[in-house]
């Protein structure tokens, strides 16, 4: 079971160099993004949102507002840094367990899935922030397998391998209508709707 202080302590230890090591396909971005439904006005909460990567991202699309966490003091500390405007808010902390919020538009986790250790209870609880009509999307801007394989090097003590995306929509179907299922050689998304 992957232990909550392991995956912050390895965070940590990332953050240095997190942005200068970061791969990211513009198109697949937008992708993402779109079917994730960020647009003008959006209220946004960026779950495990690391040094910042798509809070920039997410403010070119007009969001109003965005509510972003991460677990590691230093991920936290660097987005903070890099986006010190009002309409963001960078908090420090568990998502499971932290008031970040409510009633969110777009709930977005980026990269980051397979840290956390109980998926449903995630869904579970993320799936409760959001405002009606709002949705919800687990993505990676990676095929899943590109993602597995790079999971076992030294991220394998604090990472999971990254459920189909079949399997994580059936997560989402007590709470969400799933719109939007992809799996394939260049990205993962599962995305749903709280109706």
Same mark, same amino acid.
């Given at each position: 079971?992957?232990? &909550?202080? *392991?995956?912050?302590?390895?965070?940590? !230890? $990332?953050?240095?160099?997190? *942005?200068?090591?970061?791969? &990211?396909?513009?198109?697949?971005? *937008?992708?993402?993004?779109?079917? #994730?439904?960020? $647009?003008? +006005?959006?209220?946004? @909460?960026?779950? #495990? $949102? +690391?040094?910042?990567?798509?809070?920039?991202?997410?403010?070119?699309? +007009?969001?109003?507002?965005?509510?972003?966490?991460?677990?590691?003091?230093?991920?936290?500390? !660097?987005?903070?840094?890099?986006?010190?405007?009002?309409?963001? &808010?960078?908090? $420090?902390g568990d998502v499971e367990e932290l008031d970040v919020g409510h009633d969110f538009d777009v709930v977005m986790?980026?990269?980051?899935?397979? /840290?956390?250790?109980?998926?449903?209870?995630?869904?579970?609880?993320?799936?409760?922030?959001?405002?009606?009509? %709002?949705?919800?999307?687990?993505? /990676?801007?990676?095929? &899943?397998?590109?993602?597995? !394989? /790079? /999971?076992?090097?030294?991220?394998?003590?604090?990472?999971?391998?990254?459920?189909? #995306?079949?399997?994580?929509?059936?997560?989402?179907?007590?709470? @969400?209508?799933?719109? @939007?299922?992809?799996? *394939?050689?260049?990205?993962?998304?599962?995305? %749903?709707?709280?109706?």
């Open positions: 079971m992957i232990q &909550r202080d *392991d995956v912050q302590a390895f965070f940590d !230890r $990332c953050a240095p160099t997190w *942005d200068a090591e970061l791969v &990211r396909s513009e198109e697949v971005i *937008d992708i993402i993004l779109t079917g #994730a439904g960020v $647009c003008a +006005g959006s209220r946004v @909460l960026d779950v #495990a $949102c +690391g040094t910042g990567v798509l809070i920039g991202d997410y403010l070119a699309r +007009g969001a109003a507002s965005v509510t972003a966490i991460d677990l590691s003091p230093e991920m936290a500390r !660097r987005a903070a840094a890099k986006f010190p405007q009002p309409s963001v &808010r960078v908090l $420090c986790v980026y990269n980051a899935f397979p /840290h956390f250790p109980q998926p449903a209870r995630l869904i579970t609880r993320l799936s409760s922030l959001l405002a009606p009509g %709002g949705t919800l999307t687990v993505a /990676h801007g990676m095929s &899943r397998a590109v993602i597995d !394989r /790079h /999971h076992l090097g030294p991220a394998r003590k604090v990472s999971m391998g990254l459920m189909e #995306a079949e399997q994580l929509a059936e997560l989402f179907a007590p709470y @969400l209508q799933v719109e @939007l299922t992809i799996s *394939d050689d260049r990205m993962y998304q599962v995305t %749903g709707r709280k109706l």
